[in-house]
């Protein structure tokens, strides 16, 4: 018996055998497989970030004036990315001061007050203050600041010059070293500026006549004088630190690497924590100091990604531009982005280490 054959009538009356109408449906181009479908590349690539209009960046009309002024002056990619994330840090801080300020939280304007300090510092080491040729160097963004640039200390310099001599550094040690030496020139330059801040608060008070400002006065002056009085005792910290580590070289069970994180410890070490505090917050440092250098990674790619884009764009090929421009927009996002999220940690940090040592800070 012949064998029986389905057949299905096409277009015009055509007959089609069952095979051949899968074969031509399976053919077919599906539109939610050209258009992102669940596995498509369309949906796992990362998409590149959004173009903001100038201004966008931030909620703040102020900080949005400084971030177009810093655009202007043509900092690197990295100041950029570091003083984007300093001023979304402010920003946040400044909106959630507004909303205490309308509880009635912040009576004696302390918050305020140090609200105004916070953004004089970034102001100054960013050069956005007016005087550029001060500008603080910030020891999480070391890519514009070489060996050759002097330390504006006559001690830093000596104990410098006395490591870089005495052989008992490798060059990757001696990278180390130059980091600590920064941390300690930026620490003392916001000394400097806060120093400065109180002095101009003092006058300001001196020339108002309400007597209702009095306790205010005396609230705000002693709180910056307390923050004063542990920046200078930090500094005093780090100076003895670098002159030991300087004369004797580094020790291989050191803790930790980063400046910002063996500051913090020589700290806690001399709190009131408990052994347990004391190891819980050890843990919490090895954790800060992951994200710093992970920050600082992203900061060198994102170094090198902007020395690319330059050759590729003297070059002149469009496509080759917008692939470049694509990939340093992206790390660009995320290196502002990780830099956000280390100086939010940080003054937590600071806090906890304070406070178990008997002193504070605003």
């Known amino acids: 018996m012949a064998s029986r054959r389905e057949?299905?009538?096409?277009?015009?009356g055509l007959q089609l055998s069952l095979p051949l109408l899968l074969a031509l449906l399976l053919l077919r181009p599906w539109p939610a497989a050209a258009h992102g479908g669940k596995y498509s590349r369309e949906k796992n690539e990362p998409e590149p970030p959004a173009q903001r209009e100038p201004g966008e960046e931030f909620r703040m009309e102020?900080?949005?004036q400084l971030w177009e002024k810093a655009r202007r002056l043509h900092l690197s990619p990295v100041?950029?990315?570091?003083?984007?994330a300093d001023l979304k840090i402010q920003e946040r801080d400044e909106l959630n001061w507004k909303k205490l300020k309308i509880e009635g939280l912040d009576e004696?304007?302390?918050k305020e007050a140090k609200l105004v300090r916070n953004l004089n510092v970034i102001l100054a080491r960013y050069g956005l203050d007016?005087?550029?040729?001060?500008?603080?160097v910030h020891s999480n963004s070391l890519s514009d600041s070489t060996q050759d640039d002097g330390l504006g200390d006559p001690r830093l310099e000596k104990l410098w010059h006395k490591a870089k001599t005495s052989g008992k550094f490798s060059s990757e040690e001696l990278d180390k070293l130059w980091k600590e030496f920064l941390h300690h020139k930026e620490k003392v330059a916001e000394y400097n500026v806060l120093l400065e801040t109180l002095s101009r608060t003092e006058e300001s008070y001196e020339n108002a006549i309400s007597p209702d400002l009095s306790q205010v006065k005396d609230d705000v002056l002693y709180s910056k004088h307390g923050e004063l009085k542990d920046r200078l005792r930090s500094i005093h910290q780090g100076l003895d630190r670098l002159r030991r580590v300087s004369h004797q070289g580094y020790s291989p069970t050191a803790e930790f690497e980063e400046p910002r994180v063996i500051d913090l410890w020589d700290l806690a070490q001399s709190a009131n924590f408990t052994e347990k505090e004391l190891e819980a917050f050890r843990e919490e440092l090895r954790h800060f100091e992951a994200k710093i250098e992970k920050h600082s990674h992203y900061q060198k790619q994102l170094e090198v990604s902007h020395q690319k884009l330059q050759h590729v764009e003297s070059?002149?090929?469009s496509?080759?531009?917008?692939r470049s421009r694509e990939r340093h927009a992206l790390l660009q996002g995320r290196t502002q982005e990780l830099g956000y999220k280390v100086g939010r940690v940080e003054p937590g940090l600071v806090a906890t280490a304070l406070s178990s040592s008997g002193h504070t800070r605003a």
């Not at 100041?79 to 984007?84: D, F, N, P, S, T």
């Not at 496509?319 to 917008?322: D, T």
């Open 7 to 12: 057949t299905l009538s096409g277009p015009r």
């Open 62 to 64: 102020k900080l949005k």
């Open 79 to 84: 100041k950029l990315a570091e003083l984007h």
């Open 108 to 110: 004696d304007g302390e």
């Open 130 to 136: 007016g005087r550029k040729e001060a500008q603080l």
């Open 315 to 317: 070059l002149g090929d």
């Open 319 to 322: 496509e080759h531009v917008s």
